[in-house]
């Protein structure tokens, strides 16, 4: 437990926190969601986050997803701090770097699946023809190209799950967050949308996924156990130790 | 760039409201028939209002018109029983009008006398107008054969008429009118001429001449007619004298109407202390007439513009509860990177969408109700340019008003919470 982190200079770390405190005011208590987390990871690296239901995973995704500022601390996404940023700011990190995927897949109903994968592009005013080619692109990576005018209603979930992480995707960004991928799904298609994810993570994007299911935090090469708002843990997972993929510190 | 993201999402708004078609038709309802009603009743309105000025105009927005009135307390001059009312307008009025303001281009006096005008067997009741040539200058009317007055015509005492295609129909079937005697209470007159006279049946307002006229030389008027009217009524004869009935002045431009006027009515007002004389400026008639148009305007409008209010708060209220409904999805454009004033775009494109829609048909029913009214209630009615314009701008601007509280309320969601919303 050194305090190296700051003095980290060319690092190849996408997200660095440094003593990151989440901090909720109940009535006249504080609760601390996440209470001092330092944490580094590697680009390209895959990593599961656990923890009991209150012991600040959630808090840590919204964080690490931009959608929240720590209350004290400092988080950097490429670099970039998010502490004092404006809400135009954090909307743009988003929307450069980052790639959620949710538990209930979170497709927009009216739009077609071209549309949905589409739709980073379109926030980003990239012109309506490059971002067609690239979505059809992706979903063919995700083995989609014939479902693209359909509605997501008319798809299964485990199609569905396949348009949001192609969504995810289009944008091309640095990290890759998925909370409860698999929840939703039969074990089956769970299984085969963590492949895809395991698929992704081989060809070097950054996965951050929160589950609660150890057979799917198996998939991820680095568990990481919260409890009270603190890093209860970090571990390795036997077998995951490829090729040349950077470790997280703990500090 | 900018402009794909401002298509693409009028597209997606298009795409939203097609989602719920009924919901977007009543939202635009209100919408519908605000625009309607503006458009029509200010097409009505208008229509009305250039009737009533097409009339005024008529008499000559240039012209002071006055004419003699009886008074109404009438103190008995002469003796016995018969008694004689002298009132009205005087020859010397002629003579100080004219020479008193030289923004006065000509006074047309008249002197109006009931005759009885015959051609062999044939009689028409007549309006004997005693006048001068300009009157023809003033009242210009096509002239139909013949000459009118002249000052030659004065300046001889010439025994001339001037006919009215009425009074030429009538009492000359069948002979060339020019050239006729015709004999008018004893006296015998040569027509000169025929003109065509204005068509009073329209409406309320009096032009100066009508059908029954026959126009002769003022100085032959008062030589053969005098200036004393009898009529005898249940044993008792009253004897009316007046020298002249009407004098039209009329004023070299209409800047100089009202100032003319007000002097013109200060003068007469001294020499004639009983007020027997009445004076009207059609300028200030037609004034008026545009200040109750305004008024009406204005009584138009605030209907018009309660019922954009309430089309407008039907709007708001929709895309409140549309805003709830898609938490969602403000949530996961949130997420995946759209800004707070992108959000604000969206709702506010589908609110001006449904606003504009809901114009545009209202524009169509608005443009259709003054035609039915035209065609069946024989009403004239004129759209606007304007008014159609206004409606468009007002469509958008409803769209924009009433749209910018649910837009801000979807952008301000915090994502987080809009995420897990159910």
Partial sequence: ??????????????????????????????????????????????????????????????????????????????????????????????????????????????????????????????????????????????????????????????????????????????????????????????????????????????????????????????????RDGKIESISQNPGSATVGVGVGTLI | MMTSRFIGNVRLGIKTLLLHKMRSILTMLGMVFGVGAVIAMLAVGEGASKQALDQIRRLGSQNIIINSQKPIEQAASGSMQVRMNMYGLLYDDLARIEQSYNTIDRVVPSKLIRGQGRVGSRTL?????????????????????????????????????????????????????????????????????????????????????????????????????????????SGSRSRELVELHQLIVQVDSIENVESTAAGIERMLSMFHPKGDYRMSVPLALLRQAEATQRTFNIV???????????????????????????????????????RRKQIIGQFLIETVVLSVTGGFIGIGIGLLIPWLITMFADMPTIVTLWSVLLSVVISIGVGVIFGMYPAMRAANLDPIVALRHE
């Fill in chain 1, 1 to 226: 437990m050194t305090e190296s982190f700051a003095q980290n200079p060319e690092s190849n770390h996408v997200i660095e926190l440094h003593e990151v405190w989440k901090t909720y005011r109940m009535g006249s208590q504080d609760v601390h969601a996440l209470a001092g987390v330092s944490l580094s990871i590697e680009r390209g690296s895959f990593w599961a986050i656990s923890g009991a239901s209150g012991s600040g995973k959630s808090t840590m995704l919204n964080l690490l997803g931009c959608l929240d500022r720590p209350t004290r601390g400092r988080y950097a996404l490429e670099g970039q701090d998010t502490a004092s940023t404006s809400d135009d700011e954090l909307s743009d990190l988003r929307l450069k770097h980052l790639g959620f995927v949710f538990q209930s897949f979170n497709l927009i109903p009216q739009l077609t699946v071209q549309e949905n994968i589409e739709l980073p592009l379109f926030y980003q005013g990239i012109d309506a023809g490059i971002a067609a080619k690239s979505a059809q692109a992706i979903a063919e990576r995700v083995g989609l190209s014939d479902r693209l005018s359909h509605r997501p209603t008319e798809l299964s979930g485990g199609q569905q799950q396949r348009v949001a992480i192609a969504r995810a995707l289009s944008n091309n960004p640095s990290v890759l967050l998925a909370d409860e991928p698999t929840g939703n799904l039969d074990t089956a298609t769970g299984d085969s949308i963590m492949e895809l994810l395991t698929e992704l993570h081989e060809q070097g994007k950054t996965i951050m996924m929160v589950t609660h299911e150890p057979e799917i935090a198996k998939y991820a090469q680095f568990q990481l156990v919260m």
């Fill in chain 2, 125 to 233: 009741e007549l309006r004997l107008v005693g006048t001068t040539p300009n009157w023809f200058e003033l009242v210009s009317r096509d002239l139909l054969a013949g000459r009118v007055m002249t000052d030659l015509d004065m300046e001889n005492f010439a025994s001339v008429v001037v006919l009215t295609e009425h009074g030429a129909r009538k009492l000359l079937v069948g002979q060339s009118a020019v050239g006729s005697q015709v004999r008018i209470s004893q006296n015998y007159f040569t027509v000169i001429g025929v003109i065509k006279s204005e068509s009073t049946q329209s409406g309320s307002m009096q032009t100066p001449d009508q059908d029954i006229d026959a126009y002769i030389p003022l100085n032959v008027a008062i030589e053969r007619f005098g200036d004393i009217t009898v009529t005898r009524s």
């Fill in chain 2, 300 to 338: 138009l409008g605030s209907i018009a513009g309660i019922s954009l209010l309430i089309g407008g708060i039907g709007i708001m209220n929709i895309m409140l509860a549309s805003v709830t409904e898609r938490t969602r999805e403000i949530g996961i454009r949130r997420a995946i990177g759209a």
